[in-house]
Nanobody, 125 residues
């Protein structure tokens, strides 16, 4: 089992950048594919990006390609989400999630067994 704690959110002006972090407990972090999701007020939670256990494979939803970058440091048990050129519509609660399938990635929330509590990102115009 793995526990996840997100950090790095905050209030930022449009056009700015943030790097979100997700720290995982345990000694088998590389055994998990990781994903980032977000939920805006009044909307369903949506997939953003995923990375496999080694960090060699990533996948993004089309709407964030070019602005969001997912990465991981297995020595630090941490996955990151770099967000550039922030827009007001990026305002949401951002979640990381873990999937105990290190070699594959998934966009489906149901494929992720472990979730953090989320970190709030608010973008002002």
């Amino acid at each position: 089992q793995v526990q996840l704690v997100e950090s790095g959110g905050g209030l930022v002006q449009a056009g700015g950048s943030l790097r979100l972090s997700c720290a995982a407990s345990g000694r088998t972090f590389s055994s998990y594919a990781m994903g980032w999701f977000r939920q805006a007020p009044g909307k369903e939670r949506e997939f953003l990006a995923t990375i496999n256990g080694s960090g060699g494979v990533t996948y993004y939803t089309d709407s964030v390609k070019g602005r969001f970058t997912i990465s991981r440091d297995n020595a630090k048990n941490t996955v990151y989400l770099q967000i550039n050129s922030l827009k007001p519509e990026d305002t949401a609660l951002y979640y990381c999630a873990a999937r105990r399938r290190p070699f594959t990635t998934s966009t489906l929330q149901s494929d992720y067994a472990y979730w953090g509590q989320g970190t709030q990102v608010t973008v002002s115009s």
